[in-house]
């Protein structure tokens, strides 16, 4: 039996890369349809190598539905989600509205796919933040293994997270400053062409940014309450791939040897740890890839059972629409779909 997909804010970065994803994994899809505001109305979109047409969000009937992919931002998830949902199809959210809601769990697949049972109460299942997502698929294996303490986190986060128009704001900025053009900022804050911005989403009053708080909340909620966490979010000039700079504190010995043992055998992880010059995964190598690479695996000798790792991943597959149809394959292959028709 195939499913109905929707897929909202399919002409977007996420949306697209989700189309592309569903093809590639041949999501067992007998309809796929794609969705966006009004203004995006007879839009061409790829999926595999069909052409869909995009439809308007506000006139579509989710009745036979199974699946809606959701990523057209947190105001419109907060507005449709609910309302898809009591129609008895599964939304499943990239953006943030619904990720701290006690009643929609929050899921990286590798991690804590036995959650996924809790969608029923209200038919919405929450994809984390992409910085995050990539962290808990190396934290979780690790855990297991010797309990994690406290996490210290910096980030390089890739100016696609913050979307297209980041994306265009890179590459104008750069051309500007090659041909001594006028550099225009309208997205970011400061510059981003040749710079570093250590600011991702609004500040919040102890001094951390929402990004960072971010991190801290959904990683309890997916890993472990009891873990410390603290983060510091940065945007770089890179267009794909977000990478980090991890250092763990374990309550037991965990050796760099051990560790990276344990890590070439998690799923979702890949280890690309060669202690020579290149021996190391950059964003550049994980842009259209699937895996979170692990690199530079070291103790941390400053601290007792410390290591330092350094973490990158595609922020707009594993991080965004890789994650989604993960789910969605969870709630296939798990024979959960049946049920929320049901409870609507």
């Not at 971010?214 to 794909?240: Q, W, Y």
């Amino acid at each position: 039996m195939g499913y109905k997909v929707a897929v909202v804010g399919a002409t977007g970065n996420v949306g697209r890369e989700i189309l592309d994803i569903l093809a590639e994994r041949a999501f067992p899809a007998d309809e796929v349809v794609a969705l966006a505001s009004s203004r995006s109305l007879g839009q061409e979109v790829s999926f595999g190598d069909k052409i869909l047409k995009v439809k308007t969000l506000d006139t579509y009937d989710f009745s036979d539905t199974d699946i809606c992919l959701m990523s057209a931002g947190g105001e419109t998830s907060k507005e449709w989600s609910p309302r898809i949902g009591s129609q008895g199809c599964v939304v499943i959210d990239n953006s943030s509205a619904f990720r701290y809601d006690a009643d929609v769990p929050l899921i990286v697949p590798e991690v804590n796919a036995d959650a996924v049972v809790g969608f029923s109460k209200r038919n919405i299942i929450a994809n984390p933040n992409c910085s995050t997502a990539q962290l808990v698929v190396a934290l979780k294996p690790l855990h297991e293994a010797a309990t994690i303490k406290r996490v210290v986190v910096s980030t390089y986060q890739s100016v696609s997270g913050a979307g297209k128009e980041a994306m265009d704001e890179l590459f104008s900025q750069t051309r500007a400053v090659f041909t001594a053009g006028e550099v225009v900022t309208k997205k970011f804050t400061k510059r981003i062409a040749f710079n570093v911005i250590p600011h991702i989403d609004v500040f919040m009053e102890d001094g951390y940014t929402k990004e960072e708080w971010k991190m801290v909340a959904e990683t309890k909620k997916m890993l472990d309450p009891k873990i410390k966490l603290t983060a510091t979010a940065v945007r770089v000039p890179v267009f794909i791939g977000h990478a980090e700079s991890v250092n763990v504190e374990f309550e037991r010995p965990l050796s760099p040897e051990q560790a990276t043992e344990i890590l070439r055998a998690a799923p979702g992880v890949l280890v690309i740890d060669k202690r020579e010059n290149g021996g190391y995964i950059t964003p550049h190598e994980a842009a259209g890839e699937d895996a979170t690479y692990i690199s530079r695996i070291r103790e941390d000798a400053t601290i007792e059972n410390g290591l330092n790792f350094w973490c990158v991943s595609d922020n707009l597959r594993k991080g965004a629409a890789l994650n989604a149809v993960q789910i969605a394959e969870v709630l296939v292959n798990r024979k959960l779909l049946n049920k929320a028709k049901q409870a609507a």
